[in-house]
């Protein structure tokens, strides 16, 4: 079905652009929902590459995932290495007639840019490139401080196996480094400026399930019925709290999920009953330390039971230091606000890069991001390539005073 569009989009750019919204807005023109690239990558990399960045694709597939494309590119050859990093793909739009626009057009109207993606984080990339430019530009050719790099996944929204962990790691066996990170994920609540992020919280996803004897209701001493207690280990679990929390983190917190019998019968017993936990936890905890817990706790009901725990990250933090610092200062500079250091929220790919060096998060506001009809300020996409701009200043001179600045 073809639309007409008030606004034309501009054609992807392939010459030194540092307009951030019409690079947003080719960005979001490619349907990028993980693990297909449809041409985002192409587009940035023919953004960056005017610039002077040499541009690396990294494409990684393991056994039953699909093979996903990275993008990692580099100006520069000294220390220190400033790295923005992100990604491209998004999820899918879900019920496209529920949108009042085009997914994937990029359309600007009422002074906002619409698409998937706006929010989480193509605009964000594009802010990336268009610092780099303006940074660039105004020092003049061959006048780097160091070296800018990004490191831009296509598997983030998916499994994130072939994605940021695994560039991360083939950096590593080759000796580049990288000094200092900052993710360009949506991380203000509400209004650009409001909070960055210094860590995030550990998440782990548990399967409690309990398994009995089947039989007839009307002859309960036959069987062993497992639903209650299932239920008093997840009373067990819901009745004690797991900390008050800690100087960065909020309390850690079980939240379950699902309960599960299954069972459409009146008169029948069933023999097995399972529930589902997500855990999101503070850095007083580790995946394991929680696994642990969730144990003792059914263990101490009692019977049969098997737990199984899969923990997708752990909790970190990158205490308040020169990074953070050089990122609200960038941040106050431009919008005039002194942002909150959160670890709230879920997880990010910065889960992986904190094994790597400091990191910390910020880009758009997030409240429409994954929403149907996601959408940014386009005053904030201006403000928010300024920030990263500033941050490119701050981080550099704060390095000639503190080598290897982080
Ligand atoms: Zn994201």
Redesign the pocket.
């Known amino acids: 079905m073809s639309r007409t569009v008030a606004n034309a989009v501009p054609a992807i750019p392939d010459s030194p652009d540092p307009d951030p919204l019409a690079l947003a807005r080719a960005l979001i023109r490619c349907p990028s929902v993980t693990p297909d690239d449809e041409g985002a990558l192409g587009t940035l990399q023919r953004s960056l590459e005017p610039l002077g960045f040499a541009c690396e694709r990294m494409t990684f597939a393991e056994e039953g995932t699909a093979p996903v494309e990275n993008l990692y590119a580099r100006i520069g050859g000294e220390a220190p290495n400033f790295c923005f990093a992100?990604?491209t793909d998004v999820v899918p739009p879900g019920d496209r007639a529920l949108w009042t626009v085009d997914p994937f057009e990029g359309e600007v109207r009422d002074g906002r840019l619409w698409g998937r993606g706006a929010a989480?984080?193509k605009a964000a990339i594009a802010c990336f490139v268009a610092a780099a430019a303006r940074f660039l530009g105004a020092r003049g050719a061959g006048r780097m401080p160091g070296s800018i790099s990004l490191l831009i996944t296509g598997d983030?929204?998916g499994p994130a196996v072939n994605g940021t962990r695994k560039v991360l790691r083939r950096l590593a066996e080759r000796g580049e480094t990288i000094d200092a990170c900052l993710v360009g994920?949506?991380t203000n609540p509400s209004a650009l400026g409001e909070m960055i992020k210094i860590g995030r919280r550990g998440s782990l996803n548990a399967v409690i399930t309990v398994d009995g004897v089947q039989g007839h209701s009307a002859y309960p001493h036959l069987a062993d019925n497992p639903i209650p207690r299932l239920v008093r280990m997840l009373v067990a679990i819901d009745g004690t709290p797991l900390d008050d929390g800690t100087p960065h983190f909020q309390p850690s917190a079980v939240v379950m999920t699902s309960v599960d019998v299954g069972n459409r019968a009146t008169n029948v017993i069933p023999s097995r009953a399972t529930a589902h936990l997500n855990v999101r936890f503070n850095d007083r905890h580790t995946g394991d330390s929680i696994a642990a817990w969730l144990h003792e706790r059914c263990a101490a009901v009692g019977g049969r039971f098997e737990l199984s725990c899969e923990c997708s990250g752990e909790a970190f933090l990158t205490p308040p230091g020169p990074l953070s610092r050089v990122v609200a200062d960038a941040v106050r500079k431009v919008t005039g606000g002194q942002p909150e250091l959160s670890t709230s929220g879920g997880t990010?790919d910065a889960r992986f890069i904190k094994d790597y060096c400091p990191v910390c998060e910020f880009g758009m506001p997030g409240e429409t991001?994954h929403k149907v009809d996601e959408s940014v300020n386009v005053a904030d996409i201006d403000a928010l390539a300024r920030i990263y701009e500033a941050v490119l200043q701050g981080f550099f001179e704060e390095s000639r005073c503190r080598p290897p600045a982080t």
Do not use: V
Request: proline content about 10%.
């Open positions: 992100g990604h989480d984080m983030e929204e994920e949506p990010s991001a």
